[in-house]
DNA sequence: CTGAAAGCGCTTACAG
DNA sequence: CTGAAAGCGCTTACAG
């Protein structure tokens, strides 16, 4: 027996007295191996720390136990600033993994690069998990060539009805419809949208069609001068809220695309002296962790991240072990903070809100136009 | 020639005319092959989209081109809720390895569980990077078992002279005293410290320390009773400050560990009634996102995370090529924001702040106690 | 219930 | 500069 180095499957089954097929069989658990032959054998192996070079058994048994999670942003601006959406999903795509005894590789990637989502071609994974918003027009050029290589994958991302491949999402346009609802119940008439608005970024424009739908169910018609295109960052967010004020178009809500973007729109209305939710009632998207903590605590609409994680990770194995999969969208829940003015606002103190909130609008735009 | 499934390198070396070893070299840039031979190859390998497979690559060099990060908390609260600091280090970690060509394992684990760190035992991986705070008494009996069996490993944490392996960490003593610093030069007196101050937690003990030696040299005694044991949630920040008002020890500022900690200090402040700085100057530690949002924008110190996430590769992959290696000190950067009360508070509407501080404190004191 | 043998797809001496 | 051969450490039919 070898003294260096890391024991082998051989060295186990001579110190067990059975050939190297009985140890490899006892250790997976094979239920044909005698009892009490396993059990001298898996001594054997704790004792001597033996573990089994998945680096062999992946390449003999064709299946790795990993699973790779590509994320992608626009503009990878900084290493640091990874958009807080995705990385919670990332810690349920994780855990998920683990619960499943997959192991998870992680990469980040730029959208506008070449990805190399070569995972599965070289068999370090099984499959691929797709996370992250970019233009739809060139990420679908990427879907292809994975359908087209027969990768096992499952996106993150609006559900359409061309998919390529399987996606779980959110129900995005329900999710638009209860923001805009939750506006307009709150009497605000004149409700912006931030975020990008086109068919290149299917989530956003989902939202923007279910507040489309909730204001022509009030009676009401979206204004295309209300709505300013924006990629999911604190600082699109503050500089599309800008561009809005600029056009001095009065309105007295603001529904954005996501947190972040919600998060860079209240402060600049707080840099035109705006107040939240005095003159303008903010609606985010995402639900991330810092939207309870931003001033005034943010009304947003939640995504169920850690059902996502499990749906992902378990549609991929479906995939995988070619059991049937489905695309899934996942119901969004309206949670009610204080960036919208529900339970503020002493009648004395604040003048009706509505009307108040044009003001301020109105004022924005005679200070800034 | 194959008509289904991958290519394998016979099959290019078959396309290419020459043997599969010639194929091998060619793809992996050995000087030796003919470069016109070389084009060839690579020509017919880009054709069929072959990729070489990592399994057998990995089983025969053995290495595998692949890290594994384990980051582990004291109790995974909840899936979406990682400390946002490690999302962060993560982030950077992830960038670094990519950029040293290498592919990233991640795995969360409760320190309180048996770890399964065995991802290099296994060959998955050739390092691994510890990422975590916890019981460092539990911690150390871990590290002694990854020594013994000659796993690669760098921790992210404090560098502590008996040192098992090496540590990448921040230079949490002169951080501590930058920020006690910081507070003393506004005049603060009565600094509470919270966080867990005991060798069980060698980061937040080091940083008590510094604030400790802050105090001693401007000819002040740290107070027991100002110092109150967290580890680093919001809750427990949040819970620690109540304790601490309860005490009924009057104090004008207040250092947190971390700034989760901070966050829920404040929020325990504001429950009380006690105004963030006018009462209560605060200090964080890390500088994660959120600190900027927070109301008032939280001053902390900061840690350099891009710096240490590629310290912690560089370090390791020299660790994997028996490179000289050594652990790392990273200097801390106070970032000033609004939390202590910098270029706030004109004289005529607040009084002087120690004043108002004491006055805060002793008032909570009446209201809780 | 167990063993001998083949083979997964590479890399790496070795020989020429 | 190139090829034939061995071998990494498993899993998996196949035979008994």
């Excluded at 980040?108 to 070569?118: C, G, K, P, V």
């Excluded at 840099?271 to 939207?291: E, H, K, N, Q, W």
């Excluded at 947003?300 to 059902?307: I, M, S």
Aim: hydrophobic fraction near 40%.
């Amino acid at each position: 027996m070898r003294i260096k180095g890391k024991p082998n499957s051989f060295d186990i089954a001579h110190l067990a007295g059975v050939s190297q097929s009985t140890v490899s069989r006892a250790l997976r658990g094979h239920p044909t191996v005698n009892a009490e032959t396993r059990e001298r054998i898996l001594a054997i192996a704790r004792q001597l720390n033996y573990k089994a070079d998945k680096n062999a058994s992946s390449l003999r048994s064709k299946h790795s136990g990993t699973l790779a999670l590509l994320i992608f942003e626009d503009p990878t601006v900084d290493d640091s600033s990874i958009n807080p959406f995705f990385l919670s999903m990332l810690g349920s795509v994780t855990h998920a993994c683990a619960r499943h005894g997959y192991d998870l590789l992680i990469s980040f990637q730029e959208l506008s690069r070449n990805w190399h989502a070569d995972y599965e071609d070289c068999h370090k994974a099984d499959g691929i998990i797709l996370l992250g918003y970019g233009d739809y027009l060139d990420y679908r050029g990427r879907l292809e060539a994975l359908v087209e290589q027969g990768t096992h994958f499952v996106r993150w991302g609006a559900v359409l009805t061309d998919q390529l491949g399987l996606s779980i999402g959110c129900d995005n346009l329900r999710g638009g419809q209860q923001a805009a609802d939750h506006l307009l119940a709150l009497g605000r008439r004149r409700i912006a949208f931030v975020g990008n608005a086109s068919l290149r970024s299917p989530e956003f424009f989902e939202r923007y069609q279910g507040y489309g739908a909730a204001l022509r169910a009030a009676g009401l018609t979206p204004d295309a001068a209300l709505q300013v295109d924006a990629i999911s960052t604190e600082l699109a967010g503050f500089e599309a809220t800008s561009t809005l004020l600029q056009r001095g178009t009065p309105f007295d809500a603001l529904f954005a695309a996501s947190d972040l973007i919600a998060i860079g729109a209240m402060r600049a209305l707080a840099s035109r002296g705006l107040r939240v939710p005095a003159d303008v009632a903010v609606v985010g998207f995402d639900d991330i962790p810092m939207a309870s903590f931003v001033n005034p605590p943010l009304t947003t609409v939640q995504q169920d991240t850690r059902r996502a994680g499990e749906l992902l990770v378990e549609t991929l194995l479906n995939l995988i072990h070619d059991d049937p999969a489905q695309s899934i969208k996942l119901p969004a829940t309206l949670v009610v903070r204080q960036s919208c003015g529900i339970g503020l606002a002493p009648a004395t103190s604040n003048p009706p809100r509505v009307a108040t909130a044009r003001r301020g609008a109105a004022a924005a735009r005679r200070r800034h136009s």
